[in-house]
């Protein structure tokens, strides 16, 4: 039978003593780490979320106590009165290992079966099935440091927020479900059967209203859903640093985002982030690495290798230059003998899931020059683009051809990462934190065959684009921008339209008619009516900059009950199916399957 | 058409200018409070959300300047540089009101329509007109001043509880429906289509999950969700600071909860509250104040009478003995002459709202004494029923008769309260906290003919009770505790059951077999197998905290964007109708209305 903790009052967490604390009289509580059963001896390792500390039974310690810790076993729940003493073996890995405890009382708060695994620093257990026991999953040392540290960083960015005169507001999540919501989550009311709610997939609405009543300067660690497919790093439910502020420009917006960067890293790491960030436009960032979120931490630039292929006659080449795209590549330097026909094989098969489609290479390996592409150029065509990339001995070049820049753009960009990531050229040792900025308003969309807003359709144009707005939309950037960490997005934000009338031409240019823009941002458009602020913010992606801030490989690892890759969780089985009847009190009924 | 601030940058706020700061070129922005146009001069209150200032315009404007401000309307949003100097008129009763900005440039950034109702401190507008146009009514000042409050509250509760070492960890907003949870928002999943996640009611089973885990001591501010009609101090989502400890009794929990009103009134309202809170057990607060929450600012308590009636002939006093109940009063004292018998009749309806089947009274005015029972008693029973309720000329007497005594606690608490209010006899000077102790643990349910948890499954009986858990149920008390303020439940927890031996009593007691238990709450049943600490905790109610701290009559006052009564948002008109095919993809449609 479990005791109780009646009459004993912990004086201290097991990981603070010390050797200073050496003929005190303590009482610590905890879980068994481990027990050793010497016959006259038994020592237990006691856990806490603070540490480990060491009980210790000899032939001074009464035997019923001494019976206790006999029988102890890991993870059994204990708390243990006793006296600080010095350690006869200490333990220098320790921060405790200097001492142990005499015990003089023990009681056995709670037993424990034998755990499906075994709770440790470092695991190499199925995911699966930590998160089905994510409890004890959640004791492991390494989980909590995790945990401990997104705390950590959820406050530093409160305090940092709230010094700076921002107010924590909080905003619905039962609201408003929008006709283009595709991926909000609806909830059915008892109170309104057959109508839904929609849990948000970003308080942007409800952050713009704050700044047209007059609020300021509004910040949110915000909940928010989204109803998709889950890659790797999402999660249906996940947090945001959400922030807004009115009367200002990009650059304010920036310098507050840039101040709470370098204040997280300094209190949660103690690492000093240099401000301002570097800047860089987006035209840029795609030219030379062939992505929206470079990471600048290694070279092995895109290189656009069009002009010297301008006249041709390969048609792999030509055909994608005609189509108004282009053929760029990139060079690997020095690594021709570790990259094998075979493994670039693959990587050719690897760049079609970014629509590429094909690989053209060069290996300039020691064994031999090989090429899938240089028999078909001329001579001097073939020998330009060597140039044009730099080609040394030992070099690998890739290039990829295709009529659409995005593309080119999104393999290559893929490619060099993957091969940095392969060949170790990747500096770990700080973080690289850049601007990039100035994105196109719009992007095409080729099933809906009209432009959608690249961000969203509250974002403001460039001034001096205002005039292109009908004439020629793919050209307009939006004064809009991305926070990158080490080819990450951390956060992104973007100026907002404050005017009635350029949120009318933006609306027309997404092709809505003002029945449609009134049916889905009605009430934001009627509330514009009366006197909207210059306002612009941001919001980081919480789950990804703890993840990224405490080096870990997964946002499952920084959140306390995540869900896996189909939303499910595995812990409770969520979700479930539910009683009929409390279907047909929100007027609602299952489809019969198929 | 409106003007950009570009080249403008805003170097104060205009509620801090004081005449220390006269001779400064400034650029403020804000809203246009009122224009007041008097032919060569203008002057303009322009409001932020830090108070206002006045701009002043005359014949050494610019003509263009002078002009923009000739158009100002309300709820024009300007921005205005100049420079500060003292007023010749100076107002008293604004902190600006020393000086004026005598502008220099004037951008109009955004005109405004004219608003619905005016933005003024005070307004007698209907509500529902306000939340519609909840934009709107945000930005009274004395609208700000809440928001703001409720910012500091906040911010303190995070401050004190992680200076107490308490991690704030998020748990998860879709999780498992259980089937008691009537009240759960359900959340069809796109994933898997027919099946449904709940939205939270509590992170109840997640932080004791958190104890179990070893994280010790855990707090969030965290969103909960009830699908339920809304009386009107209650909302479909609210917040709760929550909190959990492991290793701790009832008198850590009280002590931190303490600590933590003591230190939020200090902050925020510069209040000193005296602490250790007194404490008084359920029982005491049932028999003197009927009430669970008694406010304490004012006597009037009830007073038994039972006893000078046990042999009674009336009817109606001798069936609620022998059945079992009891006859109470309370005295009103000295209001005979301002209570009518008119008044009085409507609280004998009003009580039946309670389920008291009527109100006894004796009203002992100066223009004679009229009874509504005593001439169905024997003089002696009558005089005796007078000296326990301390009668005197001028008193009003009060008597519940009922054979259930919740129903007799009910209609006399709820009488007493509304006595108290409307002869203004309670105390409003400051706030009174007082902790109720020692809840019964289980209630009868009528409906389902058996005991219920009256707070949940998870609340640890009194040790001293243990005994009786299947023997006298309706007597074992819970070691369970609410914090009360002025006659509001404030917050409440309860010591949480670790032992897996009581939590199968518990389940067995509330009638479930031990296959409903586990379908239940299979989760937590498995993971107590594993080492459960003694663990206890609380949640306060944020809203109901920050709406009777900051002297608010609603709830929806302190909340930035409400839901009515029947949980409908009006400014967005929220719930909706959805697309058919989104529903299908959930795999659920539409019931036909009948």
Chains 1, 2 share one sequence.
């Not at 305090?159 to 408003?176: A, Q, S, V």
């Not at 497919?229 to 947090?239: G, M, S, V, Y």
């Not at 070049?397 to 990531?421: M, Q, Y």
């Not at 890759?565 to 047909?584: C, F, H, I, N, R």
Request: hydrophobic share 40%; glycine share 8%; aromatic share 10%.
């Amino acid at each position: 039978m479990p005791e109780s903790l009646t009459g004993l009052k912990r004086t201290n967490y097991c990981g603070e003593l010390r050797a200073a604390d050496c003929g005190r009289e303590v009482t610590v509580c905890g879980w068994v780490q481990r027990q050793r059963d010497l016959g006259q001896l038994i020592f237990i390792d006691l856990r806490d979320r603070t540490g480990i500390v060491q009980l210790a039974f000899g032939d001074k310690t009464d035997r019923e106590v001494f019976q206790k810790a006999f029988a102890a076993r890991a993870e059994f729940v204990l708390a243990a009165r006793g006296t600080v003493r010095e350690r006869s073996a200490k333990n220098a890995e320790l921060p405790t290992g200097d001492i142990e405890i005499e015990v003089e009382e023990l009681r056995v708060l709670a037993k424990s079966e034998t755990p499906p695994f075994a709770i440790e620093e470092k695991t190499d257990v199925k995911e699966d099935l930590r998160l089905k026991y994510r409890y004890l999953d959640l004791r492991r040392p390494e989980m909590q440091r995790k945990i401990i540290g997104r705390h950590r960083i959820v406050k530093a960015a409160r305090d940092y927020f709230d010094e700076n005169g921002f107010l924590e507001i909080e905003t619905p999540n039962l609201i408003k479900s929008t006709p283009e919501g595709a991926r909000d989550y609806l909830v059915p009311s008892r109170m309104f059967p057959g109508s839904f709610f929609a849990l948000p997939q970003s308080p942007q609405l409800y952050k713009q209203l704050l700044m047209l009543s007059g609020y300021d300067r509004y910040m949110q660690v915000a909940r928010c859903f989204r109803d998709e497919d889950l890659r790797a790093d999402r999660q249906p439910e996940f947090t945001q640093i959400d922030f807004e502020m009115s009367f200002v420009s990009q650059d304010d917006v920036m310098a507050i985002a840039e101040g709470f960067i370098k204040d997280v890293y300094q209190k949660v790491l103690d690492l000093e982030i240099q401000t301002p960030l570097r800047r860089m436009t987006w035209h840029e960032a795609m030219n030379r690495f062939g992505s929206d979120k470079p990471d600048l931490r290694f070279g092995m630039e895109l290189t656009d290798v069009s002009e010297a292929l301008k006249n041709t006659e390969f048609r792999v080449f030509a055909g994608a230059l005609s189509a108004g795209g282009s053929v760029r590549g990139i060079n690997l330097k020095g690594q021709a003998d570790a990259l094998s026909r075979k493994e670039i094989d693959k990587l050719g098969e690897w760049v079609k899931s970014y629509g590429a489609k094909g690989l053209a290479w060069t290996r300039l390996a020691s064994g031999g020059e090989t090429s899938s592409y240089e028999k078909f150029l001329a001579p001097e065509e073939a020998a330009a683009v060597r140039k044009a990339l730099g080609a040394e001995a030992g070099d690998v070049l890739f290039l990829v051809a295709s009529g659409e820049n995005k593309v080119v753009f999104d393999s290559l960009g893929a490619l060099r990462k993957e091969l940095a990531g392969r060949f170790g050229l990747i500096d770990d040792s700080k973080p690289c934190l850049l601007w990039v900025t100035d994105f196109p308003l719009f992007e095409y969309s080729k099933e809906e065959n009209r432009f959608v807003a690249m961000h969203h359709p509250f974002t403001m144009p460039r001034e001096e684009d205002l005039g292109k707005l009908e004439s020629d939309p793919g050209s307009v950037l939006a004064i809009a921008y991305d926070m990158v960490l080490n080819g990450n997005e951390l956060g992104g934000g973007s100026v907002r339209i404050n005017r009635p009338d350029i949120q009318e031409r933006m609306f027309q240019a997404l092709g809505f008619t003002p029945e449609q823009a009134q049916e889905r941002f009605g009430f934001l458009i009627d509330a514009f009516r009366y006197g909207a602020p210059p306002h612009a913010g941001m919001a980081f992606g919480l789950d990804r900059l703890v993840m990224l801030m405490l080096g870990c490989d997964s946002i499952r690892d920084v959140i306390a009950f995540p869900k896996v890759a189909s939303s499910a969780e595995l812990m409770s089985s969520a979700p479930t199916g539910v009683d009929p009847k409390q279907l047909e009190e929100l007027g609602i009924s299952l489809l019969k399957k198929d």
